[in-house]
């Protein structure tokens, strides 16, 4: 039986409107081998289009406020890039799912009663609740149209107040993230979860060796840096100068991972692994310890220019992966402008860890 799955506005923009990524991608598969239906309900369709053109909109302003000098060179008028994510939208709900209308008579009740009661969705600790009203007719909407048909169904929604009137009703569960609900959903292949763990705990597999491949490709933009109390050590303005991927510092699990899509048809899977590793990196900083402030000038004096040169521990980061379940052979599907991770400069490793 096909699992019934209704995607909320948060996880369209928090895809970022894209249609075309993998995950995305996933589903529409999914759907075509009848193991799950989508629906979308016309309030959520109609705030994932009003969502784009403010989003674009707003993308546009910041450009040309704060990067004047890429904004010449960018030719693509706001109104087509609206259009085209627009246009990528409609023709992926077309394809793939069904939309779910508000009824006419029933609901606008229990909403008008649940905002006078303090109910979920609407939050109590907020002064101002009517910006929660396309939640309670969303979440309403998908409860009245699965209690008609005496189905269950999923919610796919990172909305934590549209997740507090689920945890109530017994015919929604929810997923926050569409990676959970693919593994979800992918586990239940015996078959192919079978030759995952086995490719995956196979210790002569080049899954370590591609991983560390990747990882080495990686350049400066791919970082960023986290501190604990910047001014307890006086720094300001860090700037890295290089970033380098320690070789062998790679750590990961081998039994935990997502399952992201299964193609049966070409033996192949991706997974989504989390990772760490540890860095050389050289940052820049301005060191204010030994400078004077005059007031007079609104300035500081004597502040020193220095390098920090140190190893690092970079925090955890997805890397998803392909496996050809025919030969075990690995190949990483991310792409590098993909991954942006950070280390803590106040918490640098000691050169033998």
């Known amino acids: 039986m096909a699992y019934n799955i209704f995607i909320d506005t948060s996880i369209f923009k928090n895809q970022c409107f894209d249609i075309e990524n993998r995950q995305f991608i996933s589903l529409e598969r999914l ?24 989003e674009v909109e707003e993308g546009v302003k910041i450009v040309r406020k704060e990067a004047r000098t890429i904004w010449s060179y960018f030719n693509t008028r706001k109104e087509d890039i609206i259009q085209n994510l627009l246009d990528k ?35 109590t600790s907020k002064e101002d609740k009517k910006y929660e009203f396309p939640d309670a007719f969303i979440i309403e909407t998908i409860a009245e149209y699965l209690k008609e048909r005496n189905w269950s169904g999923i919610f796919l929604s990172s909305d934590h107040d549209c997740i507090s ?46 991983l560390n491949v990747f990882l080495a490709s990686l350049d400066i933009d791919n970082y960023g840096y986290d501190t604990n109390e910047l001014s307890q050590n006086s720094f300001y303005d860090f700037d890295i100068s290089s970033v380098d991927y320690i070789p062998d510092s790679l750590e990961f699990s081998r039994t935990d991972y997502d399952i992201y899509d299964i193609d049966p048809e070409e033996n192949y899977v991706q997974l989504a692994i989390s990772v760490q590793y540890q860095v050389n990196s050289v940052l820049n900083a301005d060191d204010y310890s030994n400078a004077s402030y005059d007031k007079e000038d609104d300035r500081y004096y004597f502040v020193e220019n220095i390098e920090i040169d140190n190893r690092f521990q970079v925090e955890e980061v997805e890397i998803v992966v392909g496996l050809d379940t025919s030969n075990g052979e690995f190949e ?19 050169a033998d860890e």
């Open 31 to 54: 759907r075509q081998n009848g193991l799950i239906n989508l629906f979308i309900t016309d309030v959520v369709k109609a705030e994932i289009e009003n969502r784009i053109k403010f």
């Open 89 to 123: 939208f409609n023709n992926y709900i077309k394809k793939n799912c069904t939309i779910i209308e508000v009824p006419e008579k029933g609901i606008g009740r229990r909403i008008i009663s649940n905002y006078l009661n303090n109910k979920p969705p609407f939050d």
């Open 165 to 210: 009137f689920i945890d109530n009703n017994e015919r929604l569960t929810y997923e926050e993230k569409i990676g959970t609900l693919l593994n979800r959903l992918n586990a239940e292949n015996e078959e192919y979860t079978m030759r995952i763990s086995q490719a995956m705990s196979n210790r002569s597999s080049n899954l370590e060796q591609v």
């Open 332 to 350: 990483v599907i991310s792409e590098p402008d993909e991954i942006h991770t950070e280390f803590n400069i106040d918490e640098p490793l000691d």
